[in-house]
């Protein structure tokens, strides 16, 4: 029976790949120790991973977190959870400590292909927007990598914003963070922010299209917006999971030219989609228009 053949490599190959994602993640959170630790060291040998030390200057609790999200996610899922309101405080800590590791992206990749944005940022008074800030690990690590701008999480789970909060009070730059529960489709602001978060993953359909404008006009002139969105290559399986996982949770399956003429619908210039490292989300970029 080839059908049914096809579903036992299925499930075999995804029990490899939960597992040794859970000996690496329990490695680099130091978790594993004696016995267990030596073993979960066997898998990732026989995996070709050396040792957790060999990642190559990457943060080892960020990609402990990384590693474990999706671990996290789809037991949810599977207990019937459909949405980032019914996760559990652990799976939505971890996808927030992974999401964070996008601020050192940002200042490696993103920042010095925005025209005028580094200086912008480093001047007293300057504010960033972070779009679905979640337990608000991402905004906390934006505001230590820039210690001029504050950062304005928004967020519509009390849930969430509870989780924020408690990071926020914990870490060095509670006094440059600020979270709202509010929509960004209802966003106030008008020339307020220098730099503005969407990931579109997180963001439902029509919150998208309605907070895309709203955050076009809450960008000071010259300021500059980034949208995550998921990596559509041509690879079918990739694709297909990119979409599911997003759909799944109530986000926006978005790829980059659609990501494009949202920005440039919302009057905003030069969209483009930059190029991200393997495993890292799409982004598109786009400016106000300086006045």
């Known amino acids: 029976m080839p059908g049914a053949d ?28 004696g016995p267990v630790g030596d073993a979960a060291r066997d898998v990732l040998a026989a995996a070709g991973l ?24 789809t037991a949810e899922v599977l207990r019937g959870g459909g949405s980032w309101d019914q996760l559990s405080d652990d799976a939505l800590l971890a996808q927030g400590r992974a999401s964070a590791q996008g601020a ?17 940022l480093g001047t007293a008074g300057a504010r960033m927007l972070d779009v679905g800030v979640g337990v608000g690990a991402l ?10 701008v504050t950062v304005v999480g928004l967020d519509v789970l009390p849930r969430a914003l509870e989780l924020a909060r408690r990071t926020v009070a914990a870490s060095d730059v509670a006094d440059r963070v600020e979270l709202r529960e509010q929509s960004v489709a209802e966003l106030p602001d008008v020339d307020s ?23 076009a006009r809450a960008l000071r002139p010259g300021g500059w917006v980034m949208i995550g969105h998921g990596k559509f290559s041509g690879d079918a399986l990739d694709d ?9 949770f109530g986000g926006t399956a978005l790829d980059g030219p659609a990501a494009v003429e949202l ?29």
Do not use: C, N
């Open 6 to 33: 096809a579903v036992q490599r299925l499930m075999h190959q995804g029990e490899q790949s939960a597992w040794t994602i859970a000996a690496l993640s329990l490695l680099l959170a130091e978790r594993a120790a």
């Open 50 to 73: 050396d040792s957790t030390e060999s990642l190559g200057g990457l943060d080892a609790a960020g990609v402990a977190a990384q590693a474990a999200a999706p671990l996290f996610q």
């Open 104 to 120: 050192e992206a940002f200042l490696r990749i993103g920042l010095p292909a925005m025209p005028g944005l580094a200086e912008a």
């Open 139 to 148: 905004a906390v690590a934006y505001a230590q990598a820039l210690p001029q």
């Open 193 to 215: 922010f220098d730099l503005a978060w969407l990931p579109a993953p997180f963001i439902p359909p029509d919150a998208l299209r309605a907070g895309v404008p709203a955050v």
């Open 240 to 248: 297909a999971l990119t979409r599911f996982k997003t759909v799944i």
């Open 263 to 291: 920005l440039t619908t919302a009057g905003l210039a030069g969209a483009m989609t930059m190029p991200t490292p393997p495993g890292a989300p799409a982004v598109t970029i786009a400016r106000k228009p300086p006045a």
